[in-house]
């Protein structure tokens, strides 16, 4: 089971709203990582979690905020967000962190903000 | 720091071959091949992991030249299933890890 779980498929919030992400892996990797994509463009790395704390923060803005209750469970809340932040929100998680690791990905959160 | 893939975008009738170029200004230690279709995930292909590796994958292998910081896709007799955008992807500094800037292949009949 490669399967990586993402909810909700589509979000639409305003922009005082505060709402949340969730990502669930059952494969017993222990690294997960959020990505932000924009139409026709690569997937960007925001954050890395690697056993279950935080090891990569890309400048992300600070409404924008992680979370990793335990090593299956990644969250990412929302609040206060921009209408540029419309976008694919992608999850994924692989064995451990590193440049040799394979990322498997959950088909993603599409979120809209008005 | 991204990798820049070529062609941006190719299309293809089903049975033609076709070669997809991932070029990096700094010293690559592995490169990662990823597929999207439109509206879903990354798939993960095949990975390379030192210069002069090949592998591969059905009728879909991969290069990895590390002196000239290049890989390429090769994509052989392809099939209507192919269609997606392709990414390369690596870690410079074994930190943050870079996809490429795609490549969008069109699978015709």
């Known amino acids: 089971d490669t399967e990586v779980t993402q909810t909700p498929k589509h979000l639409v919030m305003g922009m005082t709203n505060k709402k949340s992400l969730k990502c669930e892996q059952h494969m017993g990797h222990r690294a997960m990582y959020w990505y932000k994509q924009k139409a026709k463009k690569p997937p960007e790395l925001m954050f890395v979690?690697?056993?279950?704390?935080?090891?990569i923060n890309e400048s992300v803005p600070s409404r924008f905020s992680p979370e990793c209750p335990n090593s299956s469970l990644l969250n990412l809340h929302l609040h206060a967000l921009q209408p540029e932040d419309s976008a694919l929100y992608l999850c994924?998680?692989?064995?451990?962190?590193?440049?040799?690791?394979?990322?498997?990905f959950g088909a993603g959160t599409r979120l809209s903000v008005l | 720091q991204q990798p820049v893939q070529s062609p941006q975008a190719v299309i293809l009738r089903e049975g033609e071959d076709a070669v997809i170029n991932c070029s990096s200004s700094k010293a690559l230690y592995s490169v990662h091949w990823y597929r999207q279709k439109h509206g879903e995930a990354p798939v993960f292909l095949m990975i390379l992991l030192k210069g002069g590796e090949q592998k591969g994958h059905e009728k879909i292998s991969a290069s990895f030249n590390e002196k000239k910081q290049q890989s390429s896709l090769y994509l052989t007799a392809s099939q209507l299933s192919y269609s997606g955008t392709y990414f390369c992807?690596?870690?410079?500094?074994?930190?943050?890890?870079?996809f490429g800037s795609g490549t969008k292949l069109n699978v015709k009949p």
């Open positions: 979690y690697s056993y279950e704390k935080l090891s």
């Open positions: 994924a998680s692989s064995q451990d962190y590193g440049t040799v690791n394979i990322q498997y």
């Open positions: 992807g690596t870690s410079y500094n074994f930190n943050k890890f870079y």
